[in-house]
């Protein structure tokens, strides 16, 4: 997508002025963000500088204290998951939750498994041949390559692992999909695998949120990147004009070192003892 197209046409997903603080700590600082269909945001940032519990905003996990969400331009109320569910916005989390003993059709179904007969038959039986139909025409749509539909995931690597949750969280009717960290665990060839699904998910017009420590990878597949620091957006660059030395001068607000947040609160605390004493 082009800065121009992404001017001018209506976010899919966009927060305004969220703020969010656990206790003392102010995780969120009115944090303006916006992700539209057809394109990849890279959501990158130090160590504990926001990004998961932003991404949590956003599946309504976490409620803000402050702020406003947006779905296709209309301001919505979301009070907990299954408000930005509805709407189309699916998470993949980085522990992925998958069951290893059971097969790929049944972690594609996992909670929502297809009944045949209708809730008003006593003795439910799955749909398993229609189950079945729509993995694989999932898995094509994505091209999604797993050995079989019936292998146990256990047995799988962690780049079909990881596509195999990604192609979970598309089953019903995703629109935004939200990836934490999905590359973290994974060797160069599933890391591009990988890659290669997320351009899929962007080419069908899906809106995509990928949080990443890996600047080679937000560069490989992002348009924008949003970068967080302390909690504060710290600036939105459009992939193509920027360089990885400009976000990681944005990362780290020019310091050239990576700075957490509790050396920071480290730092304010001892110029207050200055300034006090
Ligand atoms: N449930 C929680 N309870 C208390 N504090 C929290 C909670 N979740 C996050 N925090 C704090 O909020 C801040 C932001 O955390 P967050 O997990 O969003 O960072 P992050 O950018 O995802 O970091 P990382 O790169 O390490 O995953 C941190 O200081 C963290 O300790
Ligand atoms: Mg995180």
Redesign the pocket.
């Known amino acids: 997508m082009t800065a121009t197209a992404t001017a001018t046409s209506t976010p899919l997903l966009e927060l305004r002025g969220v703020s969010k603080s ?2 003392a ?1 102010q ?1 969120l600082s009115e944090v303006d963000f916006d992700v539209h269909a057809g394109e990849v945001v890279g959501l990158v ?10 991404v ?1 905003v956003m599946s309504g996990i976490h409620l803000p204290d402050a702020g406003r969400y947006l779905f296709d331009g209309r301001e919505r109320r979301v009070s907990g998951p299954n408000d930005p569910a509805g709407f189309g916005v699916a998470t993949v989390y980085q522990d992925l939750a998958l069951c290893d003993n059971l097969d790929v059709v049944a972690n594609l179904f996992i909670g929502r498994e297809e009944i045949s007969g209708g809730p008003a038959r006593l003795i439910r039986e799955l749909d398993e041949p229609a189950m079945e139909k729509q993995a694989a025409e999932l898995l094509k749509t994505f091209s999604i390559n797993i050995p079989s539909l019936r292998a146990e995931v256990g047995m799988m690597s962690g780049g079909q692992r990881q596509s195999i949750a990604i192609a979970r969280s598309l089953v019903g009717d995703a629109r935004v999909v939200l990836l934490d ?1 999905p590359t973290a665990a994974l060797g160069v060839a599933q890391t591009a695998q990988v890659l290669a699904l997320v351009r899929r998910l962007r080419e069908q017009g899906l809106g995509v949120v990928v ?1 990443s ?1 890996n600047l080679a990878d937000v560069f490989e597949v992002c348009d924008r990147i949003f970068v ?1 620091r302390l ?1 504060r957006k710290a600036g939105v660059y459009d992939a193509a004009g920027s360089t990885p030395e400009e976000i990681v001068a944005a990362i780290t607000g020019g310091r050239g070192t990576v700075r957490t ?2 050396a920071a609160a480290r730092d304010a605390a001892a110029d207050g003892e200055e300034a006090a004493g």
């Open positions: 656990f206790g700590v995780a940032g130090d160590n504990g500088a926001g990004k998961s519990t932003l949590k960290e949080i420590h967080m909690g947040q509790a």
